[in-house]
């Protein structure tokens, strides 16, 4: 694998996101969300960032305090469970022992290796290939940022239940798309009508109730659980979703939508969007994008999100880098 990630080092950031938008419509719609949302999360500008910190002593934990980063950002951690809200998880063993046993020579068009990869996985799997492009790229990309012998050392397993992996795609696209019943009166509860969070979708209890036009990081503090022992970062009585203000100031509260985008607020330019771009994780225009902050996003119907197991205030570092 040596020879494949000298081969993945050859692209920037930019020729992965063409290549994320070159494919997208080759992929299942099962994981188009997914794979925006994935490699949104893991941006190959912070690894480029702190990879080149790393090579001055005493740099890493310079850049990584200058970056303002908290939790687990790197991805050489979670090699087996950082796409586990991809469906696709389910075949990461077969996806993980293709880009192993990739042979030289590399397609020089990116989007043609990871077709190849997601052929070769496909093929192991007995499954459409459609399925494996999105997280056939997400495995190339984390061979570029942990490295071969991080993700050679990975077991490559799938860390779902029986009974979620026996679920259909039409079966998940649906439960996205589902809103709550709000009763035979539901239509006279107004601004009073309840809605589902879904925040882990392979897990039937990580859901909270949100009150109509509700901002998605108000309504977690329901959740009384305890999320501490989970992530660190999260504060007793908060709910699961990390947050240190309510004003899109500290950036811990951002979420990937898996599913009821179009169900929320608008971004706000001067708010949420300026901010967004600040911290680094997302530069999009889009009116509903996939990447939100909690505090800021009101719901109007149920949702489903993925909760990062990072944060930080990164975008100006890695724009001046």
Not at 12 to 30: F, K, N, Y
Not at 123 to 150: C, K
Not at 244 to 260: K, L
Not at 261 to 273: F, H, Y
Request: proline share 5%.
């Amino acid at each position: 694998m040596d020879r494949l990630h000298a081969h993945l080092t050859r692209y920037c950031s930019a020729d992965w996101r063409r290549t994320v938008d070159t494919l997208i419509g080759g992929m299942h719609e099962i994981d188009h969300n997914a794979t925006r949302i994935w490699f949104a999360f893991y941006p190959l500008d912070l690894c480029l960032y702190l990879e080149a910190a790393a090579s001055e002593p005493g740099g890493l934990e310079a850049a990584i305090r200058k970056a303002g980063l908290m939790g687990n950002w790197r991805l050489a951690d979670h090699v087996d469970t950082s796409h586990r809200f991809f469906f696709s998880h389910r075949y990461w063993p077969q996806v993980k022992s293709a880009v192993q046993n990739a042979a030289a020579p590399y397609a020089d068009d990116l989007g043609a290796l990871a077709t190849s990869v997601a052929e070769a996985a496909a093929r192991t799997a007995r499954v459409d290939r459609e399925f494996l492009i999105g997280i056939s790229l997400a495995a190339l990309m984390t061979l570029r940022q942990a490295g071969p012998a991080a993700f050679a050392a990975a077991p490559g397993e799938v860390h779902l239940s029986d009974k979620v992996r026996a679920r259909s795609p039409h079966q998940v696209l649906k439960a996205r798309a589902r809103d709550d019943s709000q009763g035979l009166m539901g239509f006279t509860r107004g601004l009073k009508k309840l809605w589902t969070v879904t925040f882990d979708e392979n897990e039937p209890a990580a859901t909270f109730t949100l009150v109509n036009g509700q901002e998605i990081a108000t309504a977690a503090q329901t959740d009384k659980r305890d999320h501490k022992s989970r992530d660190a970062r999260c504060t007793p009585g908060e709910g699961p979703i990390p947050v240190e203000c309510r004003a899109a100031s500290c950036g811990t509260c951002w979420i990937g939508v898996i599913g009821g985008a179009d169900k929320l607020s608008p971004v706000v330019d001067r708010d949420e969007r300026e901010r967004m771009r600040v911290f680094g994780y997302i530069n999009s225009n889009e009116p509903q994008p996939l990447i939100r902050l909690a505090c800021q996003a009101r719901a109007s119907g149920a949702v489903s999100v993925v909760i990062p197991p990072w944060n930080g205030i990164f975008g100006k570092v890695i724009t001046k880098a």
